[in-house]
């Protein structure tokens, strides 16, 4: 019996989801909708920048289940881990750290078949 009332508000329920609502007050836009005063717009500008911030760097020091930065226990393995990669980066700016915007600019023009 539970089971039936349960399965019968459910239905009611998602039926109610599609009536259109009665309220006559209702703002076409969401642009007209927004009268914040300044300050607050200026103020949730800032958070909206520095939250993504905030998260993003403090997975750099989860420590799962470690206690430790990235999950390193063992302070050479995390030597390793920077040494190799800077090692890496010395390899990339030996290679193509003097390139330019000039020194690639041709790259989204047409190919040059002539062989210069």
């Known amino acids: 019996m539970m089971k039936t009332i349960f399965a019968l508000l459910t239905l009611f329920a998602s039926a109610s989801a599609f009536v259109p609502?009665?309220?006559?007050?209702v703002v076409k836009t969401a642009l007209s909708a927004s009268t914040q005063p300044e300050a607050l717009k200026t103020l949730s500008t800032i958070a909206a920048g520095a939250v993504p911030a905030i998260f993003t760097s403090s997975a750099a020091?989860?420590?799962e289940g470690t206690n430790e930065w990235f999950g390193v226990d063992d302070i050479r393995v995390l030597a390793v881990l920077?040494?190799?990669h800077y090692f890496i980066l010395s390899l990339w700016l030996g290679q193509y750290g003097n390139a330019t915007e000039d020194d690639d600019a041709d790259f989204f023009g047409e190919i040059d078949y002539?062989?210069?």
Request: proline share 0%.
């Open 61 to 63: 020091l989860a420590t």
């Open 82 to 84: 920077f040494i190799g």
């Open 114 to 116: 002539t062989g210069r």
């Open 21 to 25: 609502s009665q309220t006559g007050s």
